[in-house]
C-alpha cells in the first residue's frame, strides 16, 4: 500500500516538474494575445515605475513626461510578440524624432532568453525585465503583447492587445500626438 502511495506521489511529482520545463516557468494563466484590437481605458496617470534595462542602468517613466510613450509589454517566448517585434522597432525609428518614446517591458521572461530576443530583433529603444511582476499588475496586464500609449501629460489615452500592424501604430500615435498637453 505504501508502495503505490508513494508511485502516485513519485508520478504527480514528474508530471508537475515536466509541466514546469515545458511552459519555461510562466505562469498558467498567463494569455498571449494573438488577435490585434483597442481596449476601452479610463483615462488615468499611468502608474510610474522604475524598471531596471538590460543594458544596464534604469529608466523611470516619470521622467519621460512631455512625450509620448508605447509601454510595451512582451515576451520572448510569445509567437505574436516575435512577429510584431520588427514593426515596433520601424515604427520607434519613424516617431523617436516627433517626441516619441518607447519602453520595452518583458514579462515571464528568463534575462538570458530576453537578451536573445533584443539582439535577434535589434530592438532600439530601452527595455527591462519586470522579473517581479509590480509593473505588469500595476497596469493590469492579462496577456502579451499589449500595449499602453500615454500622452504627453503621463495619461493613459489608448491600450491595445496583441500584435499591432505598422499602420495601426501609426494611426494610434498620430491620435495621441494630437492631444494638447
Do not use: H
Not at 508502495?3 to 498571449?32: D, E, K, M, R, Y
Request: proline share 6%; hydrophobic share 45%; aromatic share 10%.
Amino acid at each position: 500500500m505504501l508502495g503505490l502511495v508513494l508511485a502516485g506521489f513519485v508520478a504527480l511529482f514528474a508530471l508537475l516538474v515536466w509541466a514546469l520545463t515545458q511552459s519555461g516557468g510562466q505562469p498558467a494563466g498567463a494569455g498571449v494575445n494573438d488577435v490585434f484590437g483597442e481596449v476601452e481605458v479610463n483615462e488615468r496617470e499611468a502608474p510610474d515605475f522604475t524598471l531596471d534595462l538590460l543594458d544596464g542602468g534604469t529608466l523611470t517613466l516619470s521622467d519621460l513626461r512631455g512625450s509620448v510613450v508605447v509601454v510595451d509589454f512582451w515576451a520572448s517566448w510569445c509567437s505574436p510578440c516575435r512577429l510584431e517585434a520588427p514593426r515596433l522597432k520601424q515604427v520607434y525609428e519613424e516617431y523617436r524624432d516627433e517626441g516619441v518614446e518607447f519602453v520595452g517591458v518583458g514579462i515571464w521572461e528568463r534575462p538570458a532568453e530576453a537578451e536573445v530576443f533584443i539582439d535577434e530583433f535589434g530592438v532600439p529603444y530601452p527595455t527591462g525585465l519586470d522579473i517581479p511582476g509590480d509593473i505588469l499588475l500595476e497596469y493590469g496586464v492579462k496577456g502579451i503583447p499589449e500595449k499602453y500609449f500615454i500622452d504627453r501629460n503621463g495619461r493613459v489615452a489608448a491600450k491595445f492587445v496583441g500584435p499591432s500592424s505598422v499602420e495601426d501604430l501609426r494611426e494610434t500615435l498620430d491620435r495621441v500626438l494630437a492631444i494638447e498637453g
